[in-house]
């Protein structure tokens, strides 16, 4: 009773030889790994009817029963690849996401904090990406064509409402979150999932970070203010939770930079945060991230309609945010994300016509000249709700469902330069529905089918939001991708009441993409066209508040955007590269008729470069942004037709801003370190140029007054340290 | 008829005696010819294969932690020398894969199922060391503490201690000159070390004299 030889080939994709392939006897020690040309050969120990296993990682395990008893087996095998994370197409149109998770990165919080342009905005930095525009006057991002209003911010899967400091005129107020909250980012300028809704143009998902590494304390002292923290780790680290409080005052900054607006009142900002975070079991979470924040801020800047007049702005306003979020697994493949938030902010802004001496003017005779007199105050309250159920199907595919409510409650008050007193409260809740499919064929085809439903209690209307997209992946790892979706949007509430009857505003993506990632490069690009339906149009000259009348707007708008980040060919270098060319016309609120919008650059580009220079633990940063001009109207009211008309029209120069910034980090790498710290210095506009964003144009179209950046540039030092409490030990002595 | 039962009974022990006698033998035999392989196959890059008759003598044997031990140990060396940074971190990941299973046997982590658990953090932080500093550096030195703490006497967790210290700059605290006094310690370590068994955990001396002979 000799021993038998078994032996064969083991092959893919009909005739492929796959090596490394581990042939075994089921519970045996007999077995062999397929060699260079997929052949395999062993002489077995055990005898009779038995298990022959292959097993190959990224590929389905094969059993088959076979028989030793005498003559030698041979049993070639066809293995079938196994739809995998690592391997499949990634459904990825309209979409950059950047997390710790996924380890193809676009863009992580540390990329955010060393672009130099962004001086650790989580917007700015965005802004280096395709699809945005390079406006300077009014925060938001401005995508594909579509206004500020049209991006909405989720933290955890809940709806953020104030995601930035309350605006202020002429100038971009920053995001309040700093990034180092966030583990992930997903911007998605187009065809997002059918999870999110009310947005037209685009959503900005952020996913906040689990729990700290150890037990930490954290200062941070800058010329604009000084912040300390402290983040506390339980000893068995299942838990934590943490406080910050941080002071902004730009006294300092502005007497160093000299500043375009004239300050009466120098921002001063008091913020302070709270944490904690509970490991509930080894896959479940519950997080709470809380928020305040009170700002005072007054400048005056010259008056439009009259060159010897100011107006002066003062702005109060408190905010405050929480969010509590819980994640689990279920089991059975099932897994929970219920979140929800709750917000307040109140703003409480004045507005004074003042003369050359900062005397008040009230010129209640001209109408022109006496609204400029008024007080506003802003209360808003939000009440967001989200969960999704998610249930993992055979392979990759899955099934997502759920529900969201997001209710919101603002009350304006607007006092009048006479006294009058004009009080309203807008109240709207939307409550959606939603369900999609993830749906892997193989590991290179794959599809997304998703539907929304929508109410509004205002509009008294519902919707029902298809959404669709489509990825296939070649042999050579690159992919392309489809996207295609309805998305609905509440008019914005600064344009209601409204004397009609209203409905939702529409658009429509179409968006194909093409991407090949591979070794630390990414290329991708992709054309779009979006269609705008029942935009708001509003009624209302001049002084008066613009009011919506009816959504009879619209517009489209058409581009193909380029994307190439490169960590490859230039050693310790890292660096990407941005274009974006757009074609768009629309039809909203006070334009005569359909006109490139002037918020939109038909052409936009961005370089941003980053090197790390080891011997002298310095990164370097720099960062380079062009956009051609911008279109620009002299738009004059018609009392006798009660519309707008074009009687002027121009373009911008073209928009340059080169910027650059240094990280040192002087503990880094030192041997039980048990401090770790940064110094950061930027400067934007390093080469001062003169930019021009837009110009405002008096009520009677004679006058003109270029929007420029608040200070030609500006720069920033401070310097961070954070003391680490190291648990390791405490850890060891809990295992023992 | 009492002692009828109670001689089947020894009968019965004694060959379940022997039969696991035999057993382990083959065991142990199967291992000590793969662990003689480790060093060739792996100097022919032939980590899978080593990593496949490992993982196979696991799977029959399935009450054994050190089979999975090792092919975590052929995995976590092949994505620590694997060149390509696209590909370590699924080799990585196989490693985590079977030291999981090794602990699990277990039931607990020791000295030397750290020691690997730091050289997969090891090959992950190589990927991409400027964004993944913060994670897996902090993993590398906790389980390489924890090795330390958990037998004082296992050069292993020292030698790669001291390997990382020679790959990093010095610009960071590293440099051949400041791992010098770690790959000596080591040294020391490995000339008291004794295996608990022939099949034990007692590679890392060849490292080591390699490491060494680049300071003659």
């Known amino acids: 009773m000799g021993q038998i030889k078994i032996s064969g080939r083991v092959t893919i994709n009909k005739n492929k030889p796959l090596a490394g392939v581990s042939i075994s006897i089921k519970d045996s020690y007999d077995g062999a790994t397929t060699d260079s040309l997929g052949n395999y050969s062993f002489t077995a120990s055990e005898k009779g009817a038995q298990i022959l296993t292959a097993t190959s990682s990224g590929y389905k395990p094969y059993e088959e029963k076979i028989n030793i008893d005498g003559a030698p087996v041979i049993l070639n095998i066809e293995l079938k690849e196994a739809i995998t994370e690592l391997k499949a197409v990634v459904i990825s149109a309209g979409t950059f996401e950047a997390s710790d998770a996924k380890r193809a990165t676009a863009l992580n919080p540390i990329d955010i904090v060393t672009t130099a342009s962004a001086n650790a905005d989580i917007t700015s930095a965005l802004k280096t990406l395709p699809g945005t525009q390079q406006v300077g006057e009014s925060e938001g991002l401005f995508v594909r064509g579509g206004t500020a209003d049209e991006t909405k911010y989720y933290i955890d899967g809940s709806l953020v409402n104030n995601f930035y400091y309350s605006s202020e005129p002429g100038q971009a107020t920053r995001g309040r979150f700093n990034p180092f909250l966030f583990k992930g980012t997903i911007f998605s300028s187009g065809g997002y999932s059918a999870l999110y809704g009310q947005a037209l143009s685009s959503v900005l998902l952020l996913e906040s970070i689990d729990l700290p590494e150890k037990t930490s304390a954290d200062f941070g002292i800058s010329y604009l203010g000084a912040n300390a923290g402290i983040q506390k780790l339980s000893k068995n680290k299942k838990s934590s939770w943490g406080v910050t409080y941080g002071y902004t005052n730009l006294a300092l900054a502005y007497n160093l930079v000299k500043q375009k607006f004239d300050y009466f009142k120098v921002p001063e900002v008091h913020e302070a945060d709270a944490n904690f975070r509970i490991k509930t079991s080894p896959s479940g979470m519950i997080k709470y991230y809380g928020y305040f924040s009170s700002t005072n801020v007054g400048f005056r800047n010259q008056d439009v309609d009259s060159l010897n007049m100011k107006d002066a702005f003062g702005l109060k306003n408190f905010n405050m945010y929480h969010n509590l979020s819980w994640k689990d697994y279920l089991g059975n493949g099932w897994k929970i994300n219920a979140g929800a938030s709750y917000s307040t902010n109140k703003d409480n802004i004045t507005m004074e016509l003042q003369d050359a001496e900062d005397r008040k003017q009230e010129i209640n005779n001209d109408p022109l000249y006496a609204y400029k007199n008024f007080n506003l105050i802003n209360k808003g309250q939000y009440i967001n709700a989200k969960v999704v159920f998610e249930k993992k199907l055979k392979s990759l595919s899955a099934i997502r469902f759920g529900g969201e409510n997001n209710n919101s409650n603002e009350k304006a008050t607007y006092n009048q330069y006479n006294g009058s007193t004009y009080p309203q409260q807008?109240?709207?809740?939307?409550?959606?529905?939603?369900?999609?499919?993830?749906?892997?064929?193989?590991?290179?085809?794959?599809?997304?089918?998703?539907?929304?439903?929508?109410?509004?209690?205002?509009?008294?209307?519902?919707?029902?939001?298809?959404?669709?997209?489509?990825?296939?992946?070649?042999?050579?790892?690159?992919?392309?991708?489809?996207?295609?979706?309805?998305?609905?949007?509440?008019?914005?509430?600064?344009?209601?009441?409204?004397?009609?009857?209203?409905?939702?505003?529409?658009?429509?993506?179409?968006?194909?993409?093409?991407?090949?990632?591979?070794?630390?490069?990414?290329?991708?690009?992709?054309?779009?066209?979006?269609?705008?339906?029942?935009?708001?149009?509003?009624?209302?000259?001049?002084?008066?508040?613009?009011?919506?009348?009816?959504?009879?707007?619209?517009?489209?708008?058409?581009?193909?955007?380029?994307?190439?980040?490169?960590?490859?060919?230039?050693?310790?270098?890292?660096?990407?590269?941005?274009?974006?060319?757009?074609?768009?016309?629309?039809?909203?609120?006070?334009?005569?008729?359909?006109?490139?919008?002037?918020?939109?650059?038909?052409?936009?580009?961005?370089?941003?470069?980053?090197?790390?220079?080891?011997?002298?633990?310095?990164?370097?940063?720099?960062?380079?942004?062009?956009?051609?001009?911008?279109?620009?109207?002299?738009?004059?009211?018609?009392?006798?037709?009660?519309?707008?008309?074009?009687?002027?029209?121009?373009?911008?120069?073209?928009?340059?801003?080169?910027?650059?910034?240094?990280?040192?980090?002087?503990?880094?790498?030192?041997?039980?370190?048990?401090?770790?710290?940064?110094?950061?210095?930027?400067?934007?506009?390093?080469?001062?140029?003169?930019?021009?964003?837009?110009?405002?144009?008096?009520?009677?179209?004679?006058?003109?007054?270029?929007?420029?950046?608040?200070?030609?540039?500006?720069?920033?030092?401070?310097?961070?340290?954070?003391?680490?409490?190291?648990?390791?030990?405490?850890?060891?002595?809990?295992?023992? | 008829m009492k002692k009828m039962k109670k001689s089947i009974l020894m009968v019965a022990l004694i060959m379940s005696a022997c039969f696991t006698f035999a057993q382990s033998d083959k065991y142990e035999s199967a291992m000590k010819a793969n662990i003689a392989q480790l060093d060739s196959l792996m100097a022919k890059n032939n980590y899978q294969e080593l990593a496949n008759n490992f993982t196979r003598i696991g799977d029959a044997e399935k009450t054994q932690w050190l089979p999975y031990y090792y092919a975590a140990f052929c995995y976590a060396t092949e994505a620590m020398s694997e060149k390509d940074n696209s590909k370590k971190d699924a080799i990585a990941d196989k490693a985590s894969a079977q030291i999981t299973k090794a602990e699990t046997i277990l039931g607990k982590e020791n000295s030397e199922t750290d020691v690997i658990k730091a050289m997969i953090a090891t090959a992950h932080m190589t990927v991409d060391p400027q964004n993944r500093y913060m994670t897996y550096g902090a993993a590398i030195n906790e389980n390489i503490k924890k090795s330390e703490t958990l037998d004082p006497t296992n050069p292993r967790p020292v030698l790669l201690e001291a390997e990382n210290k020679f790959f990093t700059p010095e610009a960071y605290g590293g440099g051949k000159s400041a791992a010098k006094s770690l790959f000596d310690k080591a040294q020391q370590l490995f000339d008291t070390f004794k295996p608990e068994s022939d099949i034990s955990p007692n590679w890392g001396k060849p490292t080591l004299n390699y490491f060494l002979s680049q300071y003659k």
């Not at chain 1, 991407?515 to 690009?525: A, G, I, L, Q, S």
């Not at chain 1, 144009?697 to 003391?723: D, E």
């Open chain 1, 426 to 736: 807008i109240k709207e809740n939307v409550a959606a529905a939603f369900g999609e499919a993830d749906i892997y064929v193989t590991n290179n085809i794959a599809a997304r089918i998703g539907v929304r439903a929508e109410h509004s209690q205002l509009l008294q209307k519902s919707d029902i939001a298809p959404r669709l997209s489509f990825a296939y992946k070649f042999n050579d790892k690159s992919q392309v991708s489809f996207a295609y979706g309805i998305f609905y949007q509440d008019p914005n509430n600064k344009y209601l009441p409204s004397v009609n009857a209203l409905h939702f505003q529409k658009a429509t993506h179409y968006i194909l993409q093409y991407e090949k990632m591979t070794n630390n490069r990414t290329f991708r690009t992709e054309i779009y066209y979006k269609k705008y339906d029942d935009l708001i149009k509003t009624t209302g000259a001049n002084n008066e508040t613009f009011k919506a009348i009816n959504n009879n707007g619209f517009g489209d708008a058409k581009g193909i955007e380029l994307f190439w980040r490169d960590k490859k060919t230039i050693k310790n270098v890292d660096y990407w590269i941005s274009y974006s060319y757009i074609d768009t016309k629309r039809d909203f609120l006070n334009y005569p008729f359909a006109m490139e919008p002037s918020f939109v650059a038909k052409h936009t580009a961005s370089l941003v470069v980053k090197k790390f220079v080891a011997p002298i633990k310095t990164q370097l940063n720099a960062s380079y942004t062009f956009a051609t001009g911008r279109p620009y109207y002299n738009l004059v009211y018609d009392y006798t037709q009660n519309k707008y008309n074009l009687i002027g029209q121009g373009r911008t120069k073209d928009y340059n801003n080169l910027s650059f910034s240094v990280n040192y980090l002087p503990t880094i790498g030192k041997a039980n370190a048990k401090s770790f710290s940064v110094i950061v210095f930027s400067i934007t506009n390093i080469l001062g140029f003169n930019n021009i964003y837009s110009y405002n144009f008096s009520v009677n179209g004679q006058n003109k007054v270029a929007v420029t950046p608040p200070s030609k540039s500006f720069f920033y030092l401070g310097y961070f340290v954070s003391f680490g409490i190291d648990r390791t030990q405490d850890n060891i002595n809990n295992h023992l």
